[in-house]
């Protein structure tokens, strides 16, 4: 009876799942993710043992109905999190835009071509995106983003930024020119707003 994988070419049976429930393990997604690893594996295939693992975890724990019902629901749930063999179209955001995209933002930003952003610049661009900032949020978004504390941003420090902060600042930005999908306004442009 405890011979059976719970996945076909996986080597975690049955027996397992019973093994584990004896060791303390309370939920579904501590069987398929920590006890066995299958789900940091294969998702797909943690997903179809999904029905089987709750099955035994709720003979084994004397979870009714309902608690097994929820049990499931958390373990999709946990489950539905991790990336999968394809990826999600909300994975796909601005905030994981490639470096080229940055870049091209970060030059048409940099109005006088010296290769990095100044103040002056982060402030016109600001105003340009229809969002002004006053000296003092000037100076936070400056400190936020010049990491080096040399006065002038890098685009390395600005992809940093872009790929890292959940400023409001960058959001407003991303929301935007929407970064890393369609473009109301073609980056190269955004020096001709405002």
């Known amino acids: 009876r405890f011979g059976v994988t719970l996945a076909p070419l996986y080597p975690y049976i049955e027996a397992e799942v019973v093994f584990a429930c004896r060791e303390y393990a309370c939920t579904i997604e501590d069987i398929l993710s920590r006890r066995t690893r299958l789900a940091f594996l294969n998702k797909d295939a943690a997903v179809a043992a999904v029905p089987r693992v709750a099955d035994i975890m709720a003979e084994e724990l004397g979870w009714s109905r309902a608690v097994k019902k929820d049990q499931i629901s958390a373990a999709y749930q946990y489950l539905n999190s991790y990336g999968g ?6 994975s796909l ?58 006065g002038r941003i890098s685009v390395e420090e600005f992809s940093e930024w872009w790929n890292t902060s959940d400023s409001e600042a960058r959001k407003q930005v991303s929301e935007y020119v929407r970064l890393g999908g369609s473009k109301p306004v073609d980056i190269k442009d955004i020096n001709l707003l405002g």
């Not at 063999?85 to 909300?90: A, G, K, L, T, W």
């Not at 229809?130 to 100076?139: F, K, S």
């Open 93 to 150: 955001s601005p905030r994981s835009a490639c470096f080229n995209d940055i870049k091209d933002l970060f030059d048409a930003c940099d109005s006088d071509g010296s290769g990095f952003l100044d103040k002056q610049e982060m402030k016109d661009l600001a105003a340009r995106l229809g969002r002004p900032l006053d000296a003092e949020e000037l100076e936070i978004l400056f400190k936020e983003i010049n990491t080096d504390k040399n």
């Open 85 to 90: 063999r394809i990826p999600s179209e909300e």
